[in-house]
């Protein structure tokens, strides 16, 4: 029988059924491009569960392992910054969404999000805040298994397309993402005007950039 491989469209449309019984696939998946996006688009939908967040998923185009994130344009940001559970749900949907889907995560990946979480909540030791958000917020990310699931498969046709693309990353705006609830059509033009336009995906490269000169491994930008 021929073995699967991450080519397979079953992986590469979220299929957490076969990753979780193939850990050796699902170490594989965690490792890629395929792992940054998973973990990218968990933080864009657990940021948008209660409420829109406008911003930009960023992955980079010929590095499998350099640092992705999802950046919210600073109104939103500041949103997510006033309700701390909101906060701490998005920041930990990330690594979550890799436990939930493959079995396992990378806490290297979430470096960016622990540091984060500890500035607002304390200096926790760094497994015991990825175990507080497991007990609080693991059933939260496998609520929204179809948003994550949808936005993961147009991200990765974003990224063969290189639609998004601008210089070294692609830079997709958060409106051409299905959001985890329903939203008016004014709501989704204000989103396309704040991040569709190049001036804005290019603000959101540089925001990105110099966070993770920085501090390498930022996930979602938020602080």
């Known amino acids: ?79 997510l910054r006033s309700d701390r559970a909101r906060w701490s749900f998005a920041a930990s949907a990330g690594l979550l969404a890799e436990f939930y889907f493959c079995g396992n995560g990378r806490p290297r990946r979430a470096q960016g999000d622990v540091a984060a979480y500890q ?25 929204l298994t ?8 147009r991200c990765l046709n974003y990224c063969r397309s290189e639609r998004f693309l601008l210089g070294d990353h692609h830079v997709i705006p958060s409106c051409m993402l299905q959001p985890p609830r329903w939203r008016w059509l004014s709501e989704r033009l204000d989103e ?17 950039l110099a966070a993770n000169a920085c501090f390498r491994g930022v996930g979602i930008q938020v602080v």
């Open 146 to 153: 179809a948003c994550i699931a949808t936005n993961f498969e």
């Open 1 to 79: 029988m021929r073995m699967a491989t991450l080519s397979d469209e079953s992986v590469i449309r979220l299929d957490r059924d076969l990753l979780l019984r193939r850990p050796e696939l699902a170490d594989a998946f965690l490792d890629g491009r395929l792992g940054a996006i998973l973990h990218e688009v968990a933080h864009y939908a657990a940021a948008n569960a209660s409420g829109m967040v406008r911003g930009h998923l960023i992955i980079h185009a010929s590095s499998e392992r350099a640092a992705a994130g999802f950046v919210p344009d600073d109104e939103s940001a500041e949103q």
């Open 192 to 208: 396309a005007v704040w991040t569709y336009p190049v001036k804005e995906r290019r603000r959101a490269l540089e925001e990105f």
């Open 119 to 143: 500035a607002v909540f304390g200096l926790a030791p760094a497994e015991e805040i990825i175990a507080r958000w497991k007990r609080d917020h693991l059933a939260r990310v496998g609520a």
